[in-house]
Nanobody, 117 residues
Framework: QVQLVESGGGLVQPGGSLRLSCAAS????????MGWYRQAPGKQRELVAA???????YYADSVKGRFTISRDNAKNTMYLQMNSLKPEDTAVYYC???????????WGQGTQVTVSS
């Protein structure tokens, strides 16, 4: 099993930056890809960015050029650097891990990001 704990959310003005962190613990050696999802009120949860164990990355079109996903294997932590934030980035952000051969989904508890003046 894997436990995921997010941190780093908060209130920021448009154009500002935030860095989210996701600390993983447990059987982390069996984690395949990890990613960040977000869910705004009244909307479906969507994939924002993902990173594989090999370091390949994926970004949703809406965040390309503004967000950067990274992974520090020594600290068992994944990050999402968010720059040039927009009000439409406001959502609860969730850390996700794809685990093991069966691809079991693990989720963090979520962290609120609010972009507002």
């Amino acid at each position: 099993q894997v436990q995921l704990v997010e941190s780093g959310g908060g209130l920021v003005q448009p154009g500002g930056s935030l860095r989210l962190s996701c600390a993983a613990s447990g059987s982390i050696f069996s984690i395949n890809a990890m990613g960040w999802y977000r869910q705004a009120p009244g909307k479906q949860r969507e994939l924002v960015a993902a990173i594989t164990s090999g370091g390949s990355t994926y970004y949703a079109d809406s965040v390309k050029g503004r967000f950067t996903i990274s992974r520090d294997n020594a600290k068992n932590t994944m990050y999402l650097q968010m720059n040039s934030l927009k009000p439409e980035d406001t959502a609860v952000y969730y850390c996700h891990a794809d685990y093991g051969v069966a691809g079991i989904d693990y989720w963090g508890q979520g962290t609120q990001v609010t972009v507002s003046s």
